[in-house]
């Protein structure tokens, strides 16, 4: 049955196992998380040589994943299969293979915990495959979060480590990393490494162990335009220019675009108390005034034609019209209309 992947995870947790497992979709961080903690904890480690075994879908076909399900464990109470890049076994989307699957599924070996690791797709729900998959085992379906969904997920993270973080530093981490989980998790590991438990995260914490620059990352570079500081903005985008690497183009176009819709919605709202725009645009109240000053800056004519060029640079930061521009020279430009 389809399952939270929080719900699955605490079920691990409390030593509760299923026979079968099928983790699928576009988030791969839970993906991971969930078959890991399997992998580490599923079997002690003096019997994890002859019963546990990790294979990848590209070098097998179902037929050699189900006969490995189906071997008995040695002398252990049970044996762990993980199939990792599931997406990729070789007649999974034939009925030669599905079948033999959902033959397996329907009747598992019990001492077999058979792991199913499928990224960034998902099994056609229309199809038998799904729907047995679903009725007799874990399915645990992962979607990416949305961006007014990733402060929420920054603090749980955090506060399940002992910490709280203030929403300055929380709205930089979301700002500069987005909604790759796997990467927030890793930086803001590395960041609780450096920190005393329960020590607050603010955004000088952050600034020192995540390597955002004080003055000269997105989040200011959003700010900036918020304002109308021309200065800074070109500030910022000169160093973006000389650090490339550390400041790629796209995700900076990603989240100028979530920017400028954010405020499109507060031109849209009826009610423009602070309360009433931080609810709409999905962000924390401590920013909401930010956002209406930018509303009153930017007037909904003004949005939309920014809407258009980021767009554009959207389209010239993968080669379409760019006349051969490097990715410096298509955000100046794109700032430059963003706030002209």
Not at 23 to 38: A, R
Request: glycine share 4%; with cysteine.
């Amino acid at each position: 049955m389809a399952q939270s992947a929080e719900v699955v995870l605490n079920a691990l947790q409390e030593n509760q196992y299923a026979p079968v497992y099928f983790l699928q979709g576009e988030e791969t961080y839970y993906i991971d998380l969930i078959s890991s903690f399997i992998e580490n904890n599923a079997l002690p480690e003096a019997d994890k040589g002859f019963n546990q075994m990790v294979i990848y879908g590209k070098d097998v076909e179902m037929n050699a994943v189900i006969t490995n399900a189906r071997r008995f464990p040695m002398m252990a109470e049970r044996q762990v299969v993980i199939v990792k890049e599931a997406q990729e076994i070789q007649d999974l989307n034939r009925e030669s293979g599905y079948k033999i699957l959902e033959d397996y599924v329907k009747n598992p070996l019990p001492s077999t915990i058979l792991v199913f690791c499928h990224k960034h797709k998902t099994l056609d729900g229309r199809k038998s495959l799904a729907k047995t998959i679903d009725k007799f085992a874990i399915l645990v379906n992962t979607k990416k979060l949305y961006d007014n969904q990733i402060p929420s997920w920054i603090a749980n993270f955090l506060k399940e480590k002992g910490h709280k973080i203030t929403e300055k530093a929380n709205q930089m981490l979301a700002d500069n990393i987005g909604n790759d989980l796997e990467r927030l998790a890793n930086e803001m590991g590395k960041m609780l490494i450096n920190v005393q438990p329960k020590v607050m995260i603010d955004e000088h914490i952050v600034q020192k162990f995540v390597g955002i620059s004080k003055e000269y990352n997105i989040f200011e570079l959003q700010r900036a335009i918020g304002v109308g500081d021309v200065y800074k903005a070109n500030q910022i985008i000169h160093y973006f220019k000389a650090n490339p690497k550390d400041n790629p183009l796209i995700p900076i176009i990603a989240v100028l675009f979530s920017y400028f819709n954010k405020i499109l919605l507060i031109h849209h709202s009826r009610d423009k108390s602070e309360k009433a725009v931080a609810k709409a645009i999905g962000v924390s109240p401590y920013f909401a005034r930010d956002y209406l000053g930018a509303a009153r800056k930017y007037p909904l004519s003004k949005v939309i034609s920014n809407i258009h060029y980021l767009q554009q640079a959207d389209l010239k930061s993968k080669g379409v019209n760019s006349g051969g521009m490097k990715e410096g020279e298509i955000l100046k430009e794109l700032v430059f209309y963003l706030m002209h």
